[in-house]
């Protein structure tokens, strides 16, 4: 099997659970709430090894998994749709696909709230101000409220790398003089 198949099969997999779980914090006003459900769900999964490993290992059987995540999202304070899903995702052995669900939903919400996502990737970490300024900058672009995900790489050695949706802008110092040593070696 293809390795982009897998990914297909995950994503098309997560997509599903994501919607219902979407459609019903939607029609219950939940969605902000959901918001911050994903924020924790996702920080719980990069804090801790041991939910990480309860998602993605299959040693563990459908009931144990489904009785760990459904203590850990009770624990949590997740919305009852959202424990739900993933009780009923641990019966099916679907965890594994939780931080692809976790992802859709991310869109799902952003696109209902108007906003778009720009990763921002810079030398240094940016301000606050700056953040905001950038922000300002790419939504009389982009047309719609941008959120800033930003990340430091110290590669770049100044400037910034922009995506936004398929876009990508490279203003960094790294892409200047890599051109500049291109345009050289076609010189000589």
Known sequence: MDVSESASI?????????SAVFEIAKEGGDLSTLEG??????????DSAD????????VYGRDAQEAAIGAVAAKM???PAMQNA?????????????????AGLREMIAEEKGEVTAEVASATALSAAQQKKLSETLKA?????????AT??????????VKVGSKMIDT??????NSLQNAMKEVG
Do not use: C, T, W
């Not at 459900?37 to 990069?46: E, F, I, K, Q, V």
């Not at 993933?86 to 976790?102: D, E, G, N, S």
């Not at 672009?141 to 995900?149: A, L, W």
């Open 10 to 18: 995950s994503s098309g997999i997560a997509d599903r659970y994501a």
């Open 37 to 46: 459900n994903l924020d924790d769900l996702s920080a719980a999964l990069s």
């Open 51 to 58: 939910l990480r490993d309860l998602i993605g290992s299959p």
């Open 77 to 79: 304070g997740l919305l």
């Open 86 to 102: 993933l009780r009923l995702m641990a019966q099916k052995r679907r965890l594994f696909v939780v931080p692809h669900m976790i």
């Open 141 to 149: 672009s982009v047309g719609k409220d941008v959120k800033i995900k």
């Open 152 to 161: 430091v790489d110290e590669s770049l050695i100044g400037g910034l790398v």
């Open 172 to 177: 960094s110092i790294r892409a200047k003089l």
